[in-house]
């Protein structure tokens, strides 16, 4: 089969890199969208429960928006597990295969699978974090008044709010990451969240080879892309596994 002669392809490009890195997308997530039954799942990113994640709602009514938050996002994929994409690129990190992953999904599962350079560019709907003292917390740990115990200051979402910038310290890492690297990998990305969708194309620019896992084309596809795995992402990672163990 064709994608298989792209996945040994991929193999032999990614054995020959010295630094390669990953950026993962919401094609990933809207995958596990499509498997659940649960309408709140469904509901995930529609406009209407996207508007409650504003900075100005959130300071004018820190509980007021914890509530719809936890309601509309936290406790949706609260019990989402990592899949064999997770997996794999964790494996691929433990393995020095991949030096970093630079993502735009929100659910925390790449950092659930293992994996330590993970930098999430729209932040974390698993974690809260004192703005204060800095502390993060689990959402399993999450103190009832949505307070820092330390500080008593209301705790923010993990969450980038809309009008909010993406932290600094990940912002420049990731972009660090994007300039040096020979190769990325871009799986389930599809181009359309600025500013972080640009980190493809820094790394374009710097030079890197651009290999792209998708199910359909995406902005990416005839601008960027120097290999297509045009495929069932699950499927092809899997695959793309077992060639590099080879
Ligand atoms: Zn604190």
């Known amino acids: 089969m064709f994608v298989h002669k792209k996945i040994r392809e991929v193999a032999r490009i990614l054995k020959n890199s010295k630094k390669t ?31 409650t994640i ?21 406790n949706p994929i609260k019990d989402w597990k990592p899949n064999i994409i997770h997996k794999t690129l964790y494996e691929f990190e433990k393995a020095n295969i991949i030096s ?10 790449q950092i659930e699978a293992g994996s330590k350079n993970v930098y999430e560019f729209q932040g974390s709907a698993q974690r809260a974090v ?43 890492k990731g972009m660090k990451l994007s300039s040096s690297a020979e190769v990325i990998i871009l799986i389930g990305a599809e181009g359309n969240i600025m500013p972080t969708s640009a980190i493809p194309i820094v790394a374009k620019n710097n030079g890197a080879f651009v290999i792209e896992i998708n199910d359909k084309p995406s902005r990416y596809t005839n601008s960027i892309s120097d290999i297509f795995v045009e495929y069932d992402m699950e499927y092809v990672m899997e695959k793309l596994h077992e060639e590099m163990n080879k």
């Not at 993962?24 to 990113?45: D, H, T």
């Not at 820190?62 to 309601?71: C, D, Q, R, S, Y």
């Not at 970093?100 to 599962?109: A, E």
Request: glycine fraction near 4%; aromatic fraction near 12%; charge should be positive.
């Open 21 to 51: 890195m990953v950026f993962s997308g919401c094609k990933i997530v809207e995958n596990e969208i499509k498997k659940s039954k649960n309408q709140k799942v469904k509901n995930l990113f529609k406009k209407n429960v996207n508007r």
């Open 100 to 109: 970093g992953i630079v993502t735009q999904n929100i659910d925390g599962l």
């Open 130 to 172: 004192c703005l204060e003292c800095g502390r993060e917390y689990h959402i399993k740990d999450l103190p009832k008044d949505f307070k820092c115990p330390r500080c008593n200051r209301y705790l923010k979402p993990k969450l980038i709010f809309f009008g909010e910038p993406i932290p600094h310290k990940t912002y420049s």
């Open 54 to 74: 504003d900075i100005d709602i959130f300071n004018r009514d820190p509980v007021f928006a914890w509530n719809e938050i936890l309601e509309n996002f936290y």
